[in-house]
């Protein structure tokens, strides 16, 4: 069945990030996969955690940061970073901030990021 999404729902998080998610369990009501718009500032980061998803991270503008075991990758506008469940990462923006879009399957969960304290 097609189904139009009219907008997003902005989830409130701290730390001056902005997320619009599209589809997901928040705005649509799909567990099968999120789809999400961020705006994050430069300077901004978040815990490690540990998803029991797979996210894909697409960049538009500036650049995002990702630490995991192999090391630190950062992501430019026009790249793509994907991370298998259960890898621990760590997100942060570059210098300019960045905005990216990312795709978890399955969705995104507070309960499933597994975020570190």
């Not at 630190?72 to 990462?89: L, M, N, Y």
Request: charged share 20%; hydrophobic share 35%.
């Amino acid at each position: 069945m097609v189904r139009k999404i009219e907008g997003p729902t902005r989830v409130p998080v701290p730390g001056g990030k902005v997320i619009d998610e599209y589809v997901g369990r928040v705005n649509s009501g799909d567990e099968q996969v999120s789809i999400a718009h961020m705006v994050a500032p430069a300077g901004w980061s978040e815990p490690a955690q540990a998803p029991g998803f797979a996210e894909y991270t697409l960049v538009l503008k500036g650049s995002v940061v990702v630490e995991h075991e192999g090391g630190t990758t950062v992501v430019e506008a026009g790249q793509a970073f994907a991370s298998e469940p259960g890898e621990k990462i760590r997100y942060s923006a570059g210098p300019s901030g960045a905005e990216y879009v990312a795709v978890c399957l399955p969705a995104f969960s507070p309960e499933t990021a597994n975020r570190e304290e």
